[in-house]
């Protein structure tokens, strides 16, 4: 069976088309701040859903960054890895990487409390990941205070180039390493989402 197309359906076709591009453009603010609340509320949900304990001091936030690295170039091959470390940087070797997590927290302008969880495994290292950082950010001073991190992979945290706080680990091997990072509400600190933080993958100690 053959279909012909008419020129009054053409024609038919671009006048909705028109139409809908119209309307497009006269609610283009609307539409755009409908689709900034139903993210924002999505955010929301994920990040009720995923807490443990009650809102507030001493709830645990699971997954703030998850995922798995499969290497950051080492033996020349193309860096890779799933969900946070999907896109991680080329660091030309698997060995004796840095990890640094850039955190929004900024010494200039935030004074809050921070606690966060590292935990993982290194299979080419055949090493756990368990590492805890705390401290104060701190912006009367431009500073870190009252920091302490423990754990089996140098834990640091630090004050990088832009101010921002930042934490970091020494990875043995980045060829599948799978990581997440978990983050409590302490005192004055924020309730953190999913988002927040910045993964990156250096030969570098600082940024």
């Excluded at 946070?84 to 060995?95: I, M, V």
């Excluded at 089996?152 to 091997?173: I, K, M, T």
Aim: aromatic residues 12%; charged residues 15%.
């Amino acid at each position: 069976m053959t279909t012909t197309t008419t020129p009054q359906a053409i024609g038919a076709l671009q006048e909705t088309a028109t139409g809908l591009f119209d309307y497009y453009q006269g609610h283009k603010s609307d539409l755009e701040s409908r689709v900034a609340t139903a993210e924002q509320q999505f955010a929301d949900w994920r990040q009720h859903r995923d807490r443990l304990g009650q809102e507030g001091d001493g709830a645990l936030y699971p997954g703030m960054l998850q995922g798995e690295v499969f290497n950051t170039g080492g033996n020349g091959a193309t860096p890779g890895g799933s969900l946070d470390f999907a896109s991680p940087e080329n660091a030309g070797t698997n060995s004796n990487v840095y990890l640094h997590i850039r955190t929004p927290l900024n010494v200039n302008t935030h004074s809050e409390m921070f606690h966060f969880y590292l935990f993982g495994q290194l299979y080419g290292a055949g090493k756990r990941v368990n590492e805890e950082f705390q401290g104060y950010c701190y912006h009367a001073t431009n500073s870190l205070i009252r920091v302490s991190k423990t754990g089996v992979n140098s834990p640091q945290v630090y004050v990088d180039s832009g101010s921002f706080v930042c934490l970091r680990v020494l990875l043995a091997s980045t060829y599948h390493a799978t990581l997440r990072l978990d983050s409590m509400q302490v005192g004055n600190g924020r309730a953190f989402q999913h988002g927040d933080f910045t993964p990156i993958f250096s030969t570098a100690s600082i940024l």
